[in-house]
């Protein structure tokens, strides 16, 4: 880009210049490039940057559920061992403002949603993508965290790589996209992070050695069980369904309690049937989509979503059948009922422009160790909502209740190795309001089977004692033998004014906060609204009402305890 | 007699701290819906029990919830009798706490079912502000005092029926434990509970009293650990014959249990002799009762251990007087008269057939609907008979239009009726789903039962005859099978054993005649029976003499 005439000028000027003082001149510019950029007033700091081992690196994550925090931490922590500088920073504490500082960025960051980036790592998303100003030097790679299953795989980590890309920036490593069985990927990518310092010791990123480029992420285990049991735990005239289902594996299940189960459910037979008819075409002819190359008829029943289409692709609907459509989320069948396609053959381009069917992801309620390796179970709430007038029912926890026993049935394991168990001895105090009930009951399950000494305290709540308290039986067992120490109740609709969880926390404030003190584990489980957002605030009552805190201490008294793993949610 | 080992229950009892136990605790419990197991037994004396719903025990276990527990609270309801604004309030609480279905005892009371625990207390507390209360309605001690139902019958019905308030009155426990479990108060600080007829033992077993006015022999007075019968000369109440040791209940299979009639052992007259003599009775039984074998506590086992003439000897020296003979009585009938009725001074009252003592509404006829309505107008009270029937009472002649039209707006007059003589003499038992004696059905089955026994009894031209048919699902005898003239005892689900050959009075007692009969076998017996009775009976020769006489007595 450089004018013949000034390009010949500079080689003159470095003609007789060293390699490393080249190295030093190529940093100053690059400081100087920024500093003369009006948006941004800061010196260039030439001094920092001389050798590999005071090399600022930045090692940022953004993280849901806390996977990538601890791929993150465990990173940083073999890094500063090889004598790299890593400061390591979750999204939510980052200041969007040093990004024009850095000189080496590793963004370790999962997808949530449909796509989404996760809350936390949101306005830095945002920010990024608003930013106007180029980041020539800045260096970076991301690790994508997601689940191939989902329609979006790892597209949070892809939107901040090609963003990054296209506002100037070095991307000194491709793009590694990890599935759910994510640690062989993280590792052999951050490998190479390292690698690439080891080799280069000075900071001219012309210089990146050459690293082979990251190979596809490995595709996670798909199990393929049977429905064991599948009982309704909800008494007659319960408001609510809530489906024990117990699978059998076929075989040993790689799982522990608190992990999750994924599943992607079928869509209804009579639906597809309904759209075939309507569209007219042959539900056996073959079709080929980004995905998968099935009969139309699988293609609705197994892969694509037809029900509750986003705006996207109801648009795209519209486009390809010509009609005018308001804009609101349809399903696929109201679609061709109202909109009909113009003649069968569009059937084709419809279906490319559906997205695979989403999997849902379930607590599992048992413990390899109490309840045996070879079975997973669940604890599932139908959820229930109107369509004008129409009850209808939610995809996959409808499609679950229904399952007869001796179906198979196709799922994957979502590890989540933060929300564990502690040691033995340690208390634990665990909160989970409806289905939220489900990882508890893996874990009394297990601190019962291997005989933890640590005291258990549970917090359980739903709308009615006669109809609505799941495994109450189990509870009672578990209670009278010792195990469950507290079992704290709230039934919300058994009297005029509601009582949740969050009021029985409160009402007990003080010996909760003595376990709290003592080292006790407290542990989250079930819906964020309304429940995980109000125990949470509970919590922090406790914690400023009974340690005489401010709110602000209280605070950073529970981020203490997240820190040390005391204090875990698995809301949803 | 010397009891060498205690039952539990009499542990439970003495350890109980004035029947409080751990009760308290018990509800305070929230992780269950029942009772710790002492506190089972303790709150029998408190006028419930603890019950579940036995048709759900197995869909409940599948979904591992505990079963469906519930209480009955059963009132004390001296005789039988509410206000209107008490049956409005108690309407009331059946909807808001129970399953709605108010249910008419044998023994003159009310019961509601299907109360949770978390209910209890306010159940309790509202009874209270319309003074009522469960007190000893139910465990061991004097259990509600039942009395001749029919004011219209007699003069002195008024002043008979205030000796069930006296009598209920002086045999209440002293314990306050009642109050401040249910109601609240503040214990005691000093607490002097000395209860000098029940001690810390209360009875070795419930204890019933009844007062029966000649001749209408309506509560059964000879199924009673003490049967008071109303001596009336020229209108004037002289005093009571008192018969001793009746009682029912037997145990399948347990040769030492046998149901007993009572035994006239005297008369008294005044009031005060007659409340001595009772509570002396009773005195006996607490000291001289089985407290070992629950099954052999009764009264009337005590009697036959010690022999009549021990036992009023014992009597006399412990009233400080003994009693009088006898006086001559004459019982005529055992019923209700149903329909309109006009007394002495002209007030009306209307008998309505409530089948088995279950009010509520069904498609046929809208008992419990016509009651409210009834009872807002605050025209009529309310008398339930110990045959599971109410008597609206004290209707005024200007009112009786009122009622009348309220009774046929809802049906009550036609159902009354229009049911067969022997639906309104059968009595059943309340069984399923909450007795947990049951072995059988009862209230749920008799009705379809009868329908099916009607056709037979049209065959032979029987409908007319008043045969009592009484089912029990257990051979605890809770509908008094045994003092009918066909007795259908439960020994299995759809298989009961038959009784015949008792009066129709209540003087004598049913005999069995055939065992384990399904629903078919009873009706080809009762056919065969009928047909024999029909063509052989003597003219007015009741269903019960006549098979005494001709299967019965021959037989032994
Ligand atoms: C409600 C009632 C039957 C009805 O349909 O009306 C009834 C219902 C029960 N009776 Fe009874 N008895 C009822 C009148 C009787 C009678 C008839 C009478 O007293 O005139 C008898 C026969 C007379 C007698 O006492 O011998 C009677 C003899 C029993 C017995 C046997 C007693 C014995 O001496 O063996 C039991 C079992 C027991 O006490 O152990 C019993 C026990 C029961 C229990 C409480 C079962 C239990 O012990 O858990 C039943 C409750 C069922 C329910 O869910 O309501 N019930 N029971 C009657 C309530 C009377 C009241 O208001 O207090
Ligand atoms: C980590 C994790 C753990 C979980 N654990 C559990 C668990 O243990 N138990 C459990 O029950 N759930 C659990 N869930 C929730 C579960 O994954 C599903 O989200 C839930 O079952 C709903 O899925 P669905 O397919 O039944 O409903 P969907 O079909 O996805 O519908 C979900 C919601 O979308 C709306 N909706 C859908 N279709 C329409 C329409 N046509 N019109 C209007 N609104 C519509 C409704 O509000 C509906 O409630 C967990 C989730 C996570 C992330
Ligand atoms: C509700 C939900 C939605 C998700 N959506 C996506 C998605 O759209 N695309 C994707 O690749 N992964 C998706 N995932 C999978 C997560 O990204 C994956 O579990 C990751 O390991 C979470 O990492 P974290 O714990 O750091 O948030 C989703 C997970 C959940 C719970
Ligand atoms: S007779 Fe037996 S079955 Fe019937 S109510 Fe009494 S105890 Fe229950």
């Given amino acids: ?572 | 007699m010397k009891n060498e080992k205690l039952s539990s229950v009499e542990r439970i009892k003495m350890d109980s701290d004035g029947l409080r136990g751990t009760l308290k605790e018990s509800l305070n419990d929230e992780i269950t819906g029942a009772l710790q197991p002492d506190d089972q037994s303790l709150i029998k004396l408190h006028g419930m029990y603890q019950q579940d719903d036995r048709d759900r025990r197995e869909e409940r276990s599948n979904k591992k919830l505990e079963w469906l527990y519930s209480y009955m609270v059963r009132l004390r309801l001296p005789g039988g009798f509410l206000t209107p604004e008490q049956w409005i309030g108690l309407r009331h609480i059946a909807g808001e706490h129970s399953t709605g279905t108010i249910k008419i005892t044998t023994r003159q009371t009310i019961q509601l079912h299907g109360i949770l625990k978390s209910h209890l207390k306010p159940v309790l507390k509202s009874f209270n502000t319309m003074h009522l209360d469960s007190i000893a309605a139910c465990g061991d001690v004097n259990r509600n005092v039942i009395c001749s139902a029919h004011p219209m019958q007699s003069a002195i019905h008024e002043e008979v029926f205030r000796y069930a308030e006296k009598i209920s009155l002086m045999t209440l426990p002293k314990t306050r434990a009642y109050y401040e479990i249910w109601l609240d108060e503040e214990p005691l600080i000093d607490k002097k509970e000395d209860d000098p007829l029940y001690q810390d033992r209360y009875l070795p077993r419930k204890f019933k009293i009844a007062i029966a006015i000649p001749p209408n022999n309506d509560i059964d007075v000879f199924t009673n650990d003490i049967g008071l019968i109303a001596i009336i000369e020229n209108n004037q109440l002289l005093g009571f014959n008192i018969a001793v040791g009746g009682g029912l209940g037997t145990t399948h299979g347990n040769e030492n249990t046998y149901p007993r009639l009572g035994t006239i052992i005297g008369f008294v007259d005044t009031e005060e002799k007659t409340l001595k003599a009772i509570y002396e009775i009773i005195s006996i039984q607490r000291d001289l009762g089985d407290r070992s074998d629950r099954k052999l506590a009764r009264l009337k086992y005590t009697l036959d251990r010690i022999g009549i003439e021990t036992f009023k000897k014992e009597l006399a020296s412990r009233c400080g007087f003994s009693l009088e003979h006898a006086k001559p009585y004459h019982f005529t009938e055992r019923k209700d008269y149903y329909g309109w009725t006009q007394n002495h001074i002209g007030k009306w009252y209307y008998t309505v057939f409530v089948e088995n003592g279950l009010v509520r509404d069904t498609e046929r006829v809208s008992i419990k609907s016509a009651f409210l309505d009834i009872a807002q107008t605050g025209k009529a009270n309310f008398r339930f008979t110990g045959n599971q029937n109410v008597i609206l009472s004290e209707i005024a002649e200007e009112d009786k239009p009122a009622i009348e039209k309220i009774l046929v707006h809802h049906g009550l007059i036609d159902h009354t009726n229009t049911s067969s003589a022997m639906r309104k003499n059968a009595m059943a038992c309340v069984a399923f789903n909450t007795c947990p004696l049951a072995m059988a059905e009862a209230q749920r089955y008799l009705p379809s039962l009868i329908s099916k026994i009607e056709p037979i009894l049209e065959k032979y031209r029987l409908q007319p005859e008043e045969i009592t048919i009484r089912m029990t699902c257990c051979p605890n005898g809770s509908a008094r099978h045994y003092a009918a003239e066909i007795g259908l005892i439960g020994t299995a689900y759809g298989q009961y054993n038959l009784y015949i050959g008792g009066d129709n009075l209540g003087e004598r007692l049913n005999t069995i005649y055939k065992v384990n009969l399904n629903e078919s076998q009873i009706l080809e017996t009762l056919d065969a029976l009928f047909e024999t009775y029909h063509t052989e009976k003597n003219n007015h020769e009741t269903f019960g003499d006549f098979s005494n006489r001709k299967w019965i007595k021959t037989n032994s």
Avoid at chain 1, 360 to 372: N, T
Avoid at chain 1, 401 to 413: A, D, N, Q, S, W
Wanted: charge should be negative.
């Fill in chain 1, 1 to 572: 880009m450089l004018a013949d005439n000034k390009l010949k000028r500079f080689h003159q000027l470095i003609d007789d210049f060293s390699y490393e003082e080249l190295i030093w001149i190529n940093g100053y510019l690059a400081g100087l490039a920024v500093n003369s950029n009006p948006l941004i007033g800061v010196k260039p700091n030439g001094s920092e940057n001389k050798s590999a081992s005071t090399k600022k690196i930045s090692l940022v994550y953004g993280t849901e559920t806390g996977n990538s925090k601890r791929v993150a931490l465990q990173f940083a922590g073999i890094a500063r061992k090889q004598g790299l500088n890593v400061k390591v920073t979750a999204l939510d504490q980052y200041k969007l403002d040093d990004l024009k500082n850095e000189n080496y960025l590793f963004i370790v960051i999962s997808t949530q949603g449909d796509g989404e980036p996760p809350p936390q790592a949101k306005l830095f998303y945002d920010h990024l993508h608003q930013l106007s100003l180029p980041l020539p030097n800045l260096n970076y790679s991301v690790l994508a965290l997601g689940d191939s299953s989902y329609p979006q795989f790892c597209k949070t980590g892809e939107d901040v790589d090609s963003r990054l890309d296209a506002m100037g920036s070095k991307r000194i490593l491709p793009l590694q996209k990890c599935d759910v069985d994510y640690d062989q990927d993280a590792q052999q990518w951050f490998e190479q992070v390292l690698k690439f310092f080891q080799q280069q010791t000075g900071y001219d990123v012309e210089t990146i050695p050459k690293v082979e480029t990251t190979h596809q992420p490995r595709t996670k285990k798909f199990y393929e069980g049977n429905i064991k049991t599948n009982i309704n735990l909800n008494d007659r005239g319960s408001n609510k369904q809530t489906y024990h289902i117990e699978i059998d594996g076929n075989g040993v299940v790689e799982y522990e309690a608190g992990d999750a189960l994924g599943i992607i459910p079928l869509n209804k037979k009579i639906l597809v049937d309904f759209i075939i008819s309507l569209t007219g075409c042959d539900g056996n002819q073959i079709i080929e989509t980004q995905r998968v190359e099935a009969t139309i008829e699988q293609l609705l029943t197994r892969h694509l979503n037809i029900c509750y289409l986003n705006a996207a692709v109801v648009k795209k609907y519209a486009i390809i059948t010509g009609h005018q459509i308001p804009d609101n989320r349809y399903d696929l069948v109201d679609l061709v009922h109202e909109y009909p396609l113009r003649d069968a053959s569009q059937i084709t381009e419809v279906l490319n422009i559906l997205s695979p069917i989403a999997p849902r992801l379930y607590s599992i309620s048992s413990s390899p160790m109490a309840h045996g390796p070879e079975v997973v179970h669940l604890t599932v709430s139908r959820h229930s909502f109107r369509v004008k007038e129409e009850q209808r029912y939610g995809l996959c926890s409808g499609f679950l209740g229904e399952l007869p026993v001796g179906t198979p049935i196709h799922f994957y394991i979502r590890r989540n190795r933060s929300f564990k168990l502690p040691l033995l001895d340690k208390d634990v105090i665990m909160i989970g309001p409806g289905t939220g009930i489900a990882p508890f009951r893996a874990f009394l399950a297990e601190r019962e089977a291997t005989g933890a000494t640590g005291r258990n305290w549970l917090f359980f709540g739903d709308q009615h004692f006669t109809t609505d308290f799941l495994y109450q039986v189990e509870f009672q067992n578990l209670h009278s033998t010792g195990v469950l120490n507290k079992l704290s109740l709230a039934f919300s609709r058994d009297q005029a004014d509601k009582i949740y969880v969050q009021h029985r926390i409160l009402e007990q404030a003080t010996e909760l906060f003595q376990w709290m003190k003592g080292g006790g584990h407290v542990y989250i489980c079930g819906t964020k609204y309304p429940n995980g957002k109000d125990i949470e605030n509970a919590i922090l009552q406790v914690i400023e009402q009974e340690g005489h805190l401010s709110q602000e201490e209280a605070k950073n008294h529970l981020k203490q305890m997240e820190q040390e793993n005391r204090y875990m949610k698995d809301v949803y």
